[in-house]
C-alpha cells in the first residue's frame, strides 16, 4: 500500500497542526514516580510486581509466570526515556530476574517473558550476555514448533486436547524473527511464518474475530476451536482481539509480507467499528460478554489495542493512517483520565486500574495488570514519536 504524496501532505499537516492531546512528557514524570515507589516495595527478585490481591496487597509473582518480563522491559522503557543510569540498573536487576526462563520449554510465553526484557536490554546497551541469554531462550521456544502441524504449540494440554495453540501465540513471533536474523538460521523464521500463516487459516472467524483457543490434529487438521478466558466458544475475548492486531503488525513489520498486513487492518476494521465499543474506547473484556454494559472493562486490551495502532499506522495510507491515530490517540485519552489512571502511589504504583485477567477463572477482575502498564508506557513513546507520516 503506497502512501500518495497528497495523503501525506493533508495527514501530516493535520496532525503537525493539530495539537496533541497528551502530555507525554508530563506523563512519563509521574509514571516514573510511580515506578519508583513500585521498585521500594520490591526488593526481592523471585517475586515480581504483577497486580493486587482484592485486600490492595500486592500479587508478586515468580519468573515462570507467563507476564514476569514485562516489569524489566518496562524499566528499560524508562531509561530509554531517561537516560538515567538509575532505571538502566533496575532494568537490569529485574531482567536478569527472569534469566532461568531461558531454558525453559513448557510455555509459548518466552516472547514476554524473555525476548521483551532481554531484547529491550539488548537493543539499549549492546550487552552479549543478553544476546547469549536470548538465543538460548530462542532455542527453547523453537523446540515448541511443531513441523506437521507447522505451530508453535501454547500449552501442553487444554481440556483433553494435546496441541492447543491460543492467538496470544502471535506475540511470540518477533522473538523467533529477531532470532533467525541475529544467528542467521532461517529455521527460526520459517517457523514464525507458518505459525503466522496457520494463524491466519484456523484461528479468524468471516468478521476477523478470533477464537482464543485452536486445538490441531497430529495430521494438522483442526480439533476443536474453543475460549480459555473469553465469555464462550463463539465470543471475541477483548485481549485476544488485542493480540492478533498488535501481532499481525508486528509480522509486517518483521517480514514485510502483505498477507499479514492485511489481516491486521481487517482485525483493526473489526475493533473499530464494533457495536459493543463504549464512546471511551475502552473495551470490555469481552465484545460479547453477556451482560454489557454491567460487564468490567479490560484496561490491557485497551493498552495493547492503541500501540498496534501506533504502528500500523505507519504502514497504511494516509486517511487510514490518520483514523488510526486519532483512535490510538482517543483511548490514551481515556487511559490518562482518573477513571482509568492511578495517582500518586494509589494502587501500590502501578499505573493503570481496571484490566481483566481471567474473568471465567475469576481470577484478576478489575485490577491493574503489569502488562497493561507495559504496553501503555509503550503507546505513550510511540505517541510522542509519532506526528508525521
Ligand atoms: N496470554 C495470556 C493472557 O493474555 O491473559
Given at each position: 500500500?503506497?502512501?500518495?504524496?497528497?495523503?501525506?501532505?493533508?495527514?501530516?499537516?493535520?496532525?503537525?497542526?493539530?495539537?496533541?492531546?497528551?502530555?507525554?512528557?508530563?506523563?512519563?514524570?509521574?509514571?516514573?514516580f510511580?515506578?519508583?515507589?513500585?521498585?521500594?516495595?520490591?526488593?526481592d527478585?523471585?517475586?515480581?510486581?504483577?497486580?493486587?490481591?482484592?485486600?490492595?496487597?500486592?500479587?508478586?509473582?515468580?519468573?515462570?509466570?507467563?507476564?514476569?518480563g514485562?516489569?524489566?522491559?518496562?524499566?528499560?522503557?524508562?531509561?530509554?526515556?531517561?537516560?538515567?543510569?538509575?532505571?538502566?540498573?533496575?532494568?537490569?536487576?529485574?531482567?536478569?530476574?527472569?534469566?532461568?526462563?531461558?531454558?525453559?520449554?513448557?510455555?509459548?510465553?518466552?516472547?514476554?517473558?524473555?525476548?521483551?526484557?532481554?531484547?529491550?536490554?539488548?537493543?539499549?546497551?549492546?550487552?552479549t550476555?543478553?544476546?547469549?541469554?536470548?538465543?538460548?531462550?530462542?532455542?527453547?521456544?523453537?523446540?515448541?514448533f511443531?513441523?506437521?502441524?507447522?505451530?508453535?504449540?501454547?500449552?501442553?494440554?487444554?481440556?483433553?486436547?494435546?496441541?492447543?495453540?491460543?492467538?496470544?501465540?502471535?506475540?511470540?513471533?518477533?522473538?523467533?524473527?529477531?532470532?533467525?536474523?541475529?544467528?542467521?538460521?532461517?529455521?527460526?523464521?520459517?517457523?514464525?511464518?507458518a505459525?503466522?500463516?496457520?494463524?491466519?487459516?484456523?484461528?479468524?472467524?468471516?468478521?476477523?474475530?478470533?477464537?482464543?483457543?485452536?486445538?490441531?490434529?497430529?495430521?494438522?487438521?483442526?480439533?476443536?476451536?474453543?475460549?480459555h478466558?473469553?465469555?464462550?466458544?463463539?465470543?471475541?475475548?477483548?485481549?485476544?482481539?488485542?493480540?492478533?492486531?498488535?501481532?499481525?503488525?508486528?509480522?509486517?513489520?518483521?517480514?514485510?509480507?502483505?498477507?499479514?498486513?492485511?489481516?491486521?487492518?481487517?482485525?483493526?476494521?473489526?475493533l473499530?467499528n464494533?457495536?459493543?465499543?463504549?464512546?471511551?474506547?475502552?473495551?470490555?473484556?469481552?465484545?460479547?460478554?453477556?451482560?454489557?454494559?454491567?460487564?468490567?472493562?479490560?484496561?490491557?486490551?485497551?493498552?495493547?489495542?492503541?500501540?498496534?495502532?501506533?504502528?500500523?499506522?505507519?504502514?497504511?495510507?494516509?486517511?487510514?493512517s490518520?483514523?488510526?491515530?486519532?483512535?490510538?490517540?482517543?483511548?490514551?485519552?481515556?487511559?490518562?483520565?482518573?477513571?482509568?489512571?492511578?495517582?500518586?502511589?494509589?494502587?501500590?504504583?502501578?499505573?493503570?486500574?481496571?484490566?481483566?485477567?481471567?474473568?471465567?477463572?475469576?481470577?484478576?477482575?478489575?485490577?491493574?495488570?503489569?502488562?497493561a502498564?507495559?504496553?501503555?508506557?509503550?503507546?505513550?513513546?510511540?505517541?510522542?514519536?509519532?506526528?508525521?507520516l
Amino acid at each position: 500500500m503506497k502512501k500518495t504524496l497528497l495523503g501525506i501532505l493533508i495527514a501530516s499537516s493535520l496532525m503537525v497542526s493539530g495539537q496533541k492531546k497528551i502530555d507525554v512528557s508530563a506523563e512519563l514524570e509521574k509514571i516514573q514516580f510511580q515506578y519508583k515507589y513500585l521498585l521500594k516495595k520490591h526488593s526481592d527478585i523471585s517475586k515480581i510486581p504483577h497486580s493486587l490481591h482484592t485486600d490492595g496487597t500486592y500479587r508478586s509473582l515468580p519468573s515462570d509466570w507467563w507476564c514476569s518480563g514485562f516489569f524489566g522491559a518496562s524499566l528499560w522503557y524508562l531509561y530509554e526515556y531517561s537516560q538515567q543510569p538509575y532505571w538502566k540498573a533496575a532494568a537490569h536487576k529485574w531482567t536478569m530476574a527472569v534469566e532461568r526462563e531461558q531454558y525453559n520449554t513448557t510455555t509459548h510465553d518466552l516472547g514476554f517473558m524473555v525476548y521483551y526484557p532481554f531484547g529491550h536490554g539488548y537493543r539499549l546497551t549492546g550487552d552479549t550476555t543478553y544476546r547469549r541469554i536470548l538465543l538460548q531462550g530462542a532455542k527453547s521456544l523453537l523446540t515448541r514448533f511443531d513441523a506437521r502441524r507447522n505451530v508453535i504449540k501454547s500449552w501442553d494440554e487444554f481440556k483433553g486436547y494435546s496441541f492447543p495453540v491460543i492467538i496470544d501465540n502471535m506475540m511470540n513471533l518477533d522473538y523467533l524473527t529477531w532470532a533467525a536474523r541475529e544467528s542467521k538460521n532461517n529455521s527460526f523464521y520459517s517457523a514464525a511464518a507458518a505459525h503466522a500463516d496457520q494463524t491466519i487459516k484456523h484461528h479468524f472467524r468471516e468478521d476477523f474475530s478470533s477464537y482464543h483457543v485452536v486445538c490441531y490434529a497430529p495430521d494438522g487438521s483442526v480439533e476443536a476451536k474453543k475460549t480459555h478466558q473469553g465469555a464462550a466458544d463463539e465470543s471475541a475475548w477483548a485481549r485476544g482481539q488485542a493480540w492478533a492486531l498488535y501481532g499481525f503488525t508486528m509480522m509486517y513489520r518483521e517480514t514485510r509480507d502483505k498477507r499479514y498486513l492485511q489481516q491486521a487492518v481487517k482485525i483493526a476494521d473489526f475493533l473499530i467499528n464494533h457495536p459493543a465499543l463504549p464512546a471511551d474506547k475502552i473495551p470490555y473484556w469481552d465484545y460479547n460478554a453477556p451482560a454489557i454494559p454491567a460487564e468490567e472493562r479490560d484496561v490491557s486490551a485497551a493498552a495493547i489495542m492503541a500501540s498496534a495502532l501506533l504502528e500500523l499506522k505507519e504502514y497504511v495510507p494516509a486517511n487510514a493512517s490518520l483514523m488510526y491515530h486519532n483512535w490510538a490517540e482517543e483511548i490514551l485519552v481515556s487511559l490518562c483520565s482518573p477513571v482509568y489512571r492511578n495517582k500518586g502511589t494509589e494502587q501500590g504504583g502501578f499505573l493503570l486500574k481496571h484490566s481483566v485477567g481471567h474473568k471465567p477463572g475469576r481470577i484478576e477482575v478489575d485490577v491493574p495488570l503489569i502488562y497493561a502498564d507495559y504496553y501503555f508506557i509503550e503507546a505513550l513513546l510511540r505517541y510522542q514519536k509519532s506526528g508525521k507520516l
